[in-house]
T-cell receptor, first 113, second 114 residues
């Protein structure tokens, strides 16, 4: 158990809908990262938050947004969903700093039908 | 920007045989290097990491990796594979400056035959 909790484990929804994925980091970790894993793209970094502030942005679509709350949990919001958004979404957390060891949650599998 | 290449998409070995998974990176300075393992239905778990010092790194589950600067490689090895090692393995390179966001390779799927 990595200590990173993601909910829900599975999500099935329809095109055009909006969903929210939740992540609770390990106790003491200030930084949260979101990744998308798909068969054709591999593991793609989406966005990083550190202590409530956005720190780095990767290949995140404009339809997607995230935030980190004062209790350090994070939410990834996906809107106007398309079939191609079906993927595994991982959250990872780290204490942060130069030696960036990330601890991953078990992921949320999103299926857009 | 850094990049990682894992040349083998799939590797098949027999249980008890030795294993080497290849990883090549591209980065202008000395990178931070990681190997993660992903079992089916699970998140990624850190196997080992290299930051500096001894270029032969020991990890969990009997794995080791060797950093070879001259070859820009960080290959993962295990002397005797167990059936439970069947999983997806990811090499990652982290920048030593900037945002420190690691870049992951596409992964190598390990299949273990009895």
């Amino acid at each position: 158990d990595s200590g990173v909790t993601q909910t829900p484990k599975h999500l099935i929804t329809a095109t055009g809908q909006r969903v929210t994925l939740r992540c609770s980091p390990r106790s003491g970790d200030l930084s949260v990262y979101w990744y998308q894993q798909s068969l054709d793209q591999g593991l793609q970094f989406l966005i990083q938050y550190y202590n409530g502030e956005e720190r780095a942005k990767g290949n995140i679509l404009e339809r997607f947004s995230a935030q980190q709350f004062p209790d350090l949990h994070s939410e990834l919001n996906l809107s106007s969903l398309e079939l191609g958004d079906s993927a595994l979404y991982f959250c990872a957390s780290s204490v942060d700093g130069a030696k960036n060891i990330q601890y991953f949650g078990a992921g949320t599998r999103l299926s857009v039908l | 920007a850094q990049s990682v290449t894992q040349p083998d998409i799939h590797i098949t070995v027999s249980e008890g045989a030795s294993l080497e998974l290849r990883c090549n990176y591209s980065y202008g300075a000395t990178p931070y290097l990681f190997w993660y393992v992903q079992s089916p239905g699970q998140g990624l778990q850190l196997l080992l990491k290299y930051f500096s010092g001894d270029t032969l790194v020991q990890g969990i589950k009997g794995f080791e990796a060797e950093f070879k600067r001259s070859q820009s490689s960080f290959n993962l090895r295990k002397p005797s594979v167990h059936w439970s090692d069947a999983a997806e393995y990811f090499c990652a390179v982290g920048a030593t400056g900037g945002s420190y966001i690691p870049t992951f390779g596409r992964g190598t799927s390990l299949i273990v035959h009895p």
